[in-house]
């Protein structure tokens, strides 16, 4: 059965900052790792990860992926409250199933 | 491009009423469909996926269920709604061969 990890649970900091979020996967026939921001509807689609060790870059969020050790990191540059969200990691298998992580919610303080 | 309808935006029912949310797809074939909830400030929580017409996998017992009639409509249902009912739903979808998902609006259900 896949699954997918991320952590921290939850995390405030401050305008200005920079946070990296977690997420660690298992799974059986690989075939994306994706990223998603979800405020107060719909998950709004950030990056897809398919090779290893290539950066994805939009703005001030960029995102890496690891296949040997099995996971990848959101970075996030120069925090702003609008950044505030939950940010959910998913994997989509080669039977072209979903799973989701538990998500990290991020509060930015002005 | 795909998209996906699912309405309505929110709800507002009784206690012991029944529930049902359509979603429906456009722009694709035979996708894997979703239904996920999700309580505030917290993640996706699977409830029902579908590989195609009729076949449902439920991955939490409860008190809902869910039918696939045609290719590109996934409903979810319930006979009487339970104050624990209320939340987020999301229909999503995995099209082959596109390597991401995409999601419904999203419906804000509120059992009273």
């Known amino acids: 059965e896949d699954k997918v990890v991320q952590s921290p649970l939850s995390l405030v900091v401050h305008e200005g900052d920079t946070v990296t979020l977690n997420c660690s996967y298992e799974?059986?026939?690989?075939?994306?790792l994706l990223w998603y921001k979800q405020e107060k509807k719909a998950p709004t689609f950030l990056f897809m990860l398919?090779?290893?060790?290539i950066e994805k870059k939009s703005g001030r969020l960029s995102s890496i992926l690891d296949k040997k050790e099995l996971f990848s990191i959101l970075n996030i540059t120069a925090t702003q409250t609008g950044d505030s969200a939950i940010y959910l990691c998913?994997?989509?298998?080669?039977?072209?199933?979903?799973?989701f992580g538990g998500g990290t919610r991020l509060m930015v303080k002005p | 491009s795909q998209t996906i309808h699912q309405w309505p935006a929110t709800l507002v029912q009784p206690v012991g009423s029944p529930l049902s949310l359509e979603c429906t797809v456009e722009g694709t074939s035979n996708p894997n469909l979703y239904w996920y909830r999700q309580a505030a400030g917290r993640g996706l929580q699977l409830l029902f996926y579908?590989?195609?017409?009729?076949?449902i996998s439920s991955e939490v017992p409860q008190n809902l269920s869910a039918s696939r009639p045609q290719d590109r409509q996934f409903i979810l249902s319930s006979k009487k709604l339970l104050l624990s009912d209320s939340g987020f739903y999301l229909c999503?979808?995995?099209?082959?061969?596109?390597?991401?998902?995409?999601f419904g609006q999203g419906t804000r259900l509120t059992v009273v």
């Open positions: 398919t090779s290893s060790g």
């Open positions: 999503a979808s995995t099209p082959w061969p596109q390597r991401k998902a995409f």
């Open positions: 998913a994997i989509n298998n080669a039977g072209n199933m979903l799973t």
């Open positions: 579908s590989v195609g017409i009729g076949q």
């Open positions: 799974v059986t026939n690989f075939r994306s």
